[in-house]
């Protein structure tokens, strides 16, 4: 009420600048003990205040003070709603941290199970060292009694005047017998009736299990070990792994031998230039030959550079699913290596899709020579070269199936044949000779397997 008689009063003393002179200012506490100021002018026209005419400026004062009122209530509102909002965003802000701590607390808890492992395989590793350190250091002790006996026996069959076996005389040597691997071809002449060369193949062994890849990119690839392996930095018993399940195949596994094979740690990874189609692809002489994705270009690849050296059009050949093996694949050209060289297996439209081979040189991936066969590429599954013999396989996928035909690039003919042949992992997508250790390596079904080889005349089956 006192507001509203001080607004009052003020309104007047607008009205009545000509009575400041009369007006007063009175100071008072309320009940309360709050101050006020209370301004008083004398009206120059009426002579009391009558509710009547005080009613207008009341009304005036009291819808302003409403107005205020609605004001400060919607101000008041407006704070109300934004602290409400600040919550809303803080705690989606605490929820937000409390997932991303969550993630780091799995990802921690990941890395440690990772760690575990890692642990245990160093200390299994360490044990084994440790074994084979112990056996070394127990034959590094024992001693050559058989040598001695064999030299003392010699001694007693000899007269005593034999300067060799006189340790008085200083005339004694001691002699070494140094071994060195020589094929088996290299020992007997070819024109020997008991020659183990190149012939015509007559038996292939049961699949001999090496390793199971152990993700779904594994399905099928390609796995190899270079019959004649050039450079320093790898030999024949490198392992070469690539998984082909993929849009952009690149990447090489290279393992020391089967042993880190089996175990399943690389000892380098490389990345190819360009990426490959299918399971096509070859080891020869120090280089990597395959397929480019998409293409009929032939592409080799320097393990020991680790660059591209050579890239060539393999020309009018099938590519990407026009004449593959009837497992498909996009497996439209098939590299190969044997005792005579370099080849690839493919088909043509002017061939009706019908297999053809053609001998390439393996420096420069030119054609030398080309045959053409009468058995179409899409009805058989697979597809090698041994002593330059193309052989066909008849199913992929069936337990027991056969070598079902031979060609002969020397004579230019082609006949049906009938050699066992096992899918043991019923989905064998990969089929290689290698010559070096006359056997065959396949990819069946996530399992890298090795086939023993045995080659004899067409007349005699023996070896």
Known sequence: MWLQMSLLCLSCLTQTQQAQDRASLRRSNDHTGRCHYSFTVPSPEESSCSGGSMK?????????????????????????????????????????????????????????QDKELLSRQVQELQRRLAELSQEAETLSQRPCQQTHTSGAKQRENRPASDPAYDLGNGAYEEMKAEVTEVPASQLIPEGSPNFTGCGELQSVGDPVLHKKADSITGKYGVWLQDPEPQGPNYNNKTVWCIDTVGKDVRQVFAYEDMDQLSQGFPMKVLVLPEPMESTGATMYRGSLYYQRKRSRSLIRYNLTSERLASRLELPHAGFHGQHPYSWGGYTDIDLAADEQGLWAIYSTNTAKGAIV?????PESLEVKRSWET???????????????????????TAPNT??????????????????????????????????AQRKLFAWDNFHMVTY????????????
């Open 56 to 112: 207008p400026e009341m009304d005036g004062v009291s819808s302003r003070l409403t107005l205020l009122e609605a004001l400060v209530t919607r101000l008041l509102a407006g704070e109300d709603g934004g602290a409400g909002t600040g919550a809303r965003a803080k705690a989606k802000g605490e929820e937000e941290v409390q997932e991303a701590y969550s993630q780091v607390t799995r990802e921690r808890n990941q890395l440690q």
């Open 357 to 361: 081979i053609s001998k390439l040189d």
């Open 374 to 396: 009468n058995i179409r590429k899409n009805t058989v599954a697979n597809a090698f070269i041994v002593c330059g013999r193309l052989y066909t396989v008849g199913s992929y």
């Open 402 to 435: 056969t070598i079902n035909y031979v060609f002969d690039t020397a004579t230019g003919m082609g006949r049906a044949v009938s050699v066992p042949f096992k899918n043991k992992y019923h989905y064998n997508s990969m089929v290689d000779y290698n010559h």
């Open 452 to 463: 023993d080889i045995r080659l004899g005349t067409a007349s005699n089956s023996s070896s």
